[in-house]
């Protein structure tokens, strides 16, 4: 189960478990909170904002859009960042709470022992250590100061404000807010995008499949022509080793340490689209930047809109709830954006350790770890006490007695946070560019656009590089830790990092003015001097998006935001070119070859209904649901009898590139021919279909997964159960399996009219109208005005005055 779909479990266990007395174990018992009068959640039904509100940090006032989105304007930024702690706080608080106790690791004191193997990940990676570290160095900066206002307006909320529903079913109040958990959001995003513990999972297949099914299923570099730099870069290209697996220590490589470990890695595919175009290509003559990023659909959304205006700033975007500043977003002068690059920025090392596991052997002598004791916290069990290793490269983690240390570029200071307050500030290309310099987490693929016409792509984020014997090698392997493989020079967990040791700012990929470029998490450049991953997406997205682009300049005819819109709301499934004629011969020769053909078969029905389909995947299309479901039964069939021989489950399945394009002489169709194999899937596909019922794709493919933490036990709180376009291949992307899709749309013209869209609403609270308002809004991707505009006669919906708060 991957990081964010982990922690929704994990928040969901909680809030079902409850605490102090109240136990929530099933619908009944949950009901009986709902009791009309005597019900205690109905104090939550009362909730409203105050109108006055003191601050000690000065006046400001708060306007509420018609969308529940809040206008923050203040003289002073200190003034306008304690309101905003306060607004994200009174919209979202049980958010917050709940997202700091899994990083934390003290879910358990909510839900019991049912969350113990979660809160003990979190715990031995202590984030919230490196969320102190951070913080050290972000509270010298110029955000600093901002940081801790917002968090004391977290504070004020949670101090002078009805509790949201959440606390009343969980009977607890939430601790103080504190610079540190904010530090400890940053530290979660960059996890949820960065963490990935792929070199355990390749060496573990080349040991139980070798090396040959490995190379044949998990290519070093998928085959494919649409990098997001399209023209190679003119540098000697890396000489990358293929050694996955020949270390000592290789206790590592066994499944009951990676299946844990992979629990909390970031959703397979999770990604984004994002792309620009010049003002040569545009109506207006300024360049357009669309977005939308795809990370885990929940209930609130994953993401809060906010706008704040300061005499230095003026900045309306999204961002995460925690987190004081526009992340993604624009000011009066420019727009930025952020996709997952899939760079390797976590290592794994093996150990020589000493029979009593009190030492570990490096650089020739006998070392002590360094060890800490921590309490576990567990509702209705006895608390857990947890030793904390960690080695000089960092945390060491340990499942039925396989270790592996890990070393995480998040696992140190850094300047993500002042990146993004100098972001909000910009003035265009120059300063963004500086401020890109201090970006050091997650690694990302930007695109920028600004009023003065200026348009840039940069991968951000600290990328290793690594040697042994003195040969610089990719990371995508297991290093020999006692040996000092692979290490990072200049790297200092949990303190604050030199970073000698990683590629130079200047050497990382980047485009400077580009004319029209799209980024969908494919490989980043054909050629490169320096190793940056494989952990690529598949080429589907990236393909359709520069397909669109090209068209669109090659015609000539200028685009606008409305174009942009559209696109992002294209469904051709790449898949489908690709596959569907293969499948439609195989059911031809099939038909053909069968001694008394049926006339009006489901096999007949199904190849009239595909042969006529256009590869798009609408909600009522009938073609798409057969696909769909077709498409997961061949990937299956196609790999799960050799990995079901070495106990291998789907979550180390390869991605559909890989199956899409394995030859028909492959041995994985040695006992059964890829045509036997294609039709075999459609039939399981079509039984599956008539024992569900489903008649059209938005039957099976709806948002009945975009869940509140609550979901399971009061399901009222769940947005409701809408049928959905889009697939994991398409552009509008949405994936009902693991419930990941665009988390946030925005297309924005610097300096002009900019629009977006939540999938659900900007307010957390149930009882709000802005609970789930925009749903039907981001289903038909229906964006409303992102507008930075004030309305000076509009009444404030609160004022904050000067005053002890």
């Given at each position: 189960?991957?990081?964010?779909?982990?922690?929704?479990?994990?928040?969901?266990?909680?809030?079902?478990?409850?605490?102090?007395?109240?136990?929530?174990?099933?619908?009944?018992?949950?009901?009986?909170?709902?009791?009309?009068?005597?019900?205690?959640?109905?104090?939550?039904?009362?909730?409203?904002?105050?109108?006055?509100?003191?601050?000690?940090?000065?006046?400001?006032?708060?306007?509420?859009?018609?969308?529940?989105?809040?206008?923050?304007?203040?003289?002073?930024?200190?003034?306008?960042?304690?309101?905003?702690?306060?607004?994200?706080?009174?919209?979202?608080?049980?958010?917050?709470?709940?997202?700091?106790?899994?990083?934390?690791?003290?879910?358990?004191?909510?839900?019991?022992?049912?969350?113990?193997?979660?809160?003990?990940?979190?715990?031995?990676?202590?984030?919230?250590?490196?969320?102190?570290?951070?913080?050290?160095?972000?509270?010298?900066?110029?955000?600093?100061?901002?940081?801790?206002?917002?968090?004391?307006?977290?504070?004020?909320?949670?101090?002078?404000?009805?509790?949201?529903?959440?606390?009343?079913?969980?009977?607890?109040?939430?601790?103080?807010?504190?610079?540190?958990?904010?530090?400890?959001?940053?530290?979660?995003?960059?996890?949820?995008?960065?963490?990935?513990?792929?070199?355990?999972?390749?060496?573990?297949?080349?040991?139980?499949?070798?090396?040959?099914?490995?190379?044949?299923?998990?290519?070093?570099?998928?085959?494919?022509?649409?990098?997001?730099?399209?023209?190679?870069?003119?540098?000697?290209?890396?000489?990358?080793?293929?050694?996955?697996?020949?270390?000592?220590?290789?206790?590592?490589?066994?499944?009951?340490?990676?299946?844990?470990?992979?629990?909390?890695?970031?959703?397979?595919?999770?990604?984004?689209n994002s792309w620009v175009v010049s003002g040569e290509h545009t109506e207006s003559g300024r360049p357009i930047v669309a977005y939308d990023p795809h990370l885990a659909l929940m209930t609130p959304p994953l993401w809060y809109?906010?706008?704040?205006?300061?005499?230095?700033?003026?900045?309306?975007?999204?961002?995460?709830?925690?987190?004081?500043?526009?992340?993604?977003?624009?000011?009066?002068?420019?727009?930025?954006?952020?996709?997952?690059?899939?760079?390797?920025?976590?290592?794994?090392?093996?150990?020589?350790?000493?029979?009593?596991?009190?030492?570990?052997?490096?650089?020739?002598?006998?070392?002590?770890?360094?060890?800490?004791?921590?309490?576990?916290?567990?509702?209705?069990?006895?608390?857990?006490?947890?030793?904390?290793?960690?080695?000089?490269?960092?945390?060491?983690?340990?499942?039925?007695?396989?270790?592996?240390?890990?070393?995480?570029?998040?696992?140190?200071?850094?300047?993500?946070?002042?990146?993004?307050?100098?972001?909000?500030?910009?003035?265009?290309?120059?300063?963004?560019?500086?401020?890109?310099?201090?970006?050091?987490?997650?690694?990302?693929?930007?695109?920028?656009?600004?009023?003065?016409?200026?348009?840039?792509?940069?991968?951000?984020?600290?990328?290793?590089?690594?040697?042994?014997?003195?040969?610089?090698?990719?990371?995508?392997?297991?290093?020999?830790?006692?040996?000092?493989?692979?290490?990072?020079?200049?790297?200092?967990?949990?303190?604050?990092?030199?970073?000698?040791?990683?590629?130079?700012?200047?050497?990382?990929?980047?485009?400077?003015?580009?004319?029209?470029?799209?980024?969908?998490?494919?490989?980043?450049?054909?050629?490169?001097?320096?190793?940056?991953?494989?952990?690529?997406?598949?080429?589907?997205?990236?393909?359709?998006?520069?397909?669109?682009?090209?068209?669109?300049?090659?015609?000539?005819?200028?685009?606008?935001?409305?174009?942009?819109?559209?696109?992002?709301?294209?469904?051709?499934?790449?898949?489908?070119?690709?596959?569907?004629?293969?499948?439609?011969?195989?059911?031809?020769?099939?038909?053909?070859?069968?001694?008394?053909?049926?006339?009006?078969?489901?096999?007949?029905?199904?190849?009239?209904?595909?042969?006529?389909?256009?590869?798009?995947?609408?909600?009522?299309?009938?073609?798409?649901?057969?696909?769909?479901?077709?498409?997961?039964?061949?990937?299956?069939?196609?790999?799960?009898?050799?990995?079901?021989?070495?106990?291998?489950?789907?979550?180390?399945?390869?991605?559909?590139?890989?199956?899409?394009?394995?030859?028909?002489?492959?041995?994985?169709?040695?006992?059964?021919?890829?045509?036997?194999?294609?039709?075999?899937?459609?039939?399981?596909?079509?039984?599956?279909?008539?024992?569900?019922?489903?008649?059209?794709?938005?039957?099976?493919?709806?948002?009945?997964?975009?869940?509140?933490?609550?979901?399971?036990?009061?399901?009222?709180?769940?947005?409701?159960?809408?049928?959905?376009?889009?697939?994991?291949?398409?552009?509008?992307?949405?994936?009902?399996?693991?419930?990941?899709?665009?988390?946030?749309?925005?297309?924005?013209?610097?300096?002009?009219?900019?629009?977006?869209?939540?999938?659900?609403?900007?307010?957390?609270?149930?009882?709000?109208?802005?609970?789930?308002?925009?749903?039907?809004?981001?289903?038909?991707?229906?964006?409303?005005?992102?507008?930075?505009?004030?309305?000076?006669?509009?009444?404030?919906?609160?004022?904050?005055?000067?005053?002890?708060?």
């Open positions: 189960m991957p990081s964010s779909t982990t922690r929704r479990g994990l928040l969901a266990g909680a809030l079902a478990a409850g605490v102090g007395g109240l136990t929530l174990t099933g619908a009944r018992e949950l009901l009986d909170q709902f009791a009309p009068l005597s019900g205690t959640v109905w104090d939550a039904a009362d909730r409203s904002l105050s109108e006055r509100v003191a601050s000690p940090y000065g006046e400001a006032t708060v306007r509420y859009d018609e969308y529940g989105v809040p206008s923050i304007e203040a003289d002073e930024e200190p003034a306008a960042y304690f309101a905003v702690g306060y607004v994200q706080a009174f919209d979202r608080l049980a958010q917050l709470d709940l997202q700091r106790r899994v990083m934390r690791g003290q879910v358990s004191e909510l839900a019991g022992e049912g969350t113990l193997a979660d809160d003990e990940f979190h715990v031995a990676m202590d984030f919230a250590g490196t969320a102190e570290a951070t913080w050290e160095y972000v509270a010298e900066t110029p955000a600093g100061p901002l940081v801790e206002a917002y968090a004391d307006g977290v504070n004020a909320t949670i101090e002078g404000e009805q509790l949201p529903l959440e606390f009343e079913l969980l009977g607890y109040e939430p601790e103080p807010w504190t610079p540190v958990d904010s530090m400890l959001m940053e530290k979660q995003i960059s996890w949820d995008l960065t963490g990935n513990f792929g070199e355990l999972r390749r060496a573990l297949i080349a040991d139980r499949l070798g090396e040959d099914v490995l190379e044949a299923l998990f290519p070093e570099r998928l085959d494919h022509d649409v990098p997001i730099l399209r023209e190679s870069v003119d540098a000697e290209t890396l000489e990358e080793t293929e050694d996955v697996g020949s270390v000592s220590g290789e206790n590592a490589i066994d499944p009951a340490l990676t299946d844990w470990l992979s629990r909390f890695e970031s959703p397979t595919g999770v990604g984004s809109e906010q706008h704040v205006e300061t005499p230095g700033t003026s900045v309306r975007g999204a961002t995460f709830p925690g987190v004081p500043f526009v992340i993604a977003g624009a000011n009066d002068r420019g727009t930025w954006s952020f996709t997952n690059v899939g760079a390797d920025v976590l290592d794994c090392y093996t150990y020589e350790i000493d029979d009593d596991g009190e030492r570990y052997r490096y650089d020739g002598e006998w070392r002590e770890f360094d060890r800490e004791k921590r309490e576990i916290a567990v509702a209705g069990g006895e608390d857990r006490t947890l030793e904390v290793r960690k080695t000089v490269h960092g945390p060491v983690l340990e499942r039925e007695g396989r270790t592996v240390g890990v070393a995480w570029t998040g696992h140190t200071a850094t300047r993500t946070t002042e990146a993004i307050y100098e972001y909000e500030r910009s003035d265009g290309l120059e300063d963004l560019l500086e401020a890109t310099r201090k970006f050091d987490l997650p690694t990302q693929n930007l695109v920028y656009a600004d009023a003065d016409g200026r348009t840039l792509y940069y991968a951000t984020g600290k990328l290793p590089i690594r040697e042994v014997d003195g040969e610089t090698v990719s990371g995508n392997r297991l290093f020999d830790g006692s040996a000092g493989e692979g290490e990072w020079e200049g790297f200092e967990p949990f303190g604050e990092s030199s970073w000698e040791g990683f590629v130079p700012f200047e050497e990382k990929p980047h485009a400077i003015d580009p004319d029209v470029l799209a980024t969908a998490n494919q490989r980043v450049v054909d050629d490169s001097e320096h190793y940056i991953g494989v952990d690529y997406a598949t080429p589907y997205r990236g393909a359709r998006i520069y397909d669109r682009l090209d068209d669109a300049v090659e015609s000539g005819e200028p685009t606008d935001l409305e174009f942009h819109r559209e696109l992002q709301n294209d469904v051709y499934d790449g898949r489908a070119e690709q596959l569907v004629p293969e499948l439609l011969e195989a059911l031809e020769e099939r038909i053909e070859n069968e001694d008394e053909p049926e006339s009006g078969s489901e096999l007949e029905d199904a190849r009239e209904t595909l042969a006529d389909w256009n590869y798009r995947m609408d909600a009522d299309s009938r073609g798409a649901l057969l696909f769909a479901r077709w498409m997961d039964r061949f990937r299956r069939l196609v790999v799960e009898p050799k990995f079901e021989e070495v106990d291998l489950d789907q979550s180390y399945y390869p991605d559909d590139w890989v199956i899409a394009t394995l030859p028909a002489d492959s041995q994985f169709f040695e006992e059964r021919s890829r045509d036997e194999t294609m039709v075999a899937a459609l039939e399981d596909a079509l039984d599956e279909i008539d024992d569900a019922g489903w008649v059209r794709y938005g039957d099976w493919n709806s948002t009945r997964v975009i869940e509140h933490p609550f979901g399971a036990e009061a399901p009222f709180l769940n947005y409701p159960e809408l049928p959905a376009d889009g697939s994991r291949a398409t552009v509008k992307n949405y994936r009902v399996d693991s419930a990941v899709g665009a988390s946030w749309r925005m297309v924005v013209e610097p300096g002009g009219a900019a629009t977006a869209v939540l999938p659900g609403g900007n307010s957390g609270d149930y009882f709000s109208d802005h609970y789930g308002d925009q749903l039907e809004g981001w289903l038909a991707n229906d964006q409303t005005p992102m507008d930075r505009t004030l309305d000076d006669d509009a009444e404030p919906d609160v004022v904050f005055e000067e005053g002890s708060s």
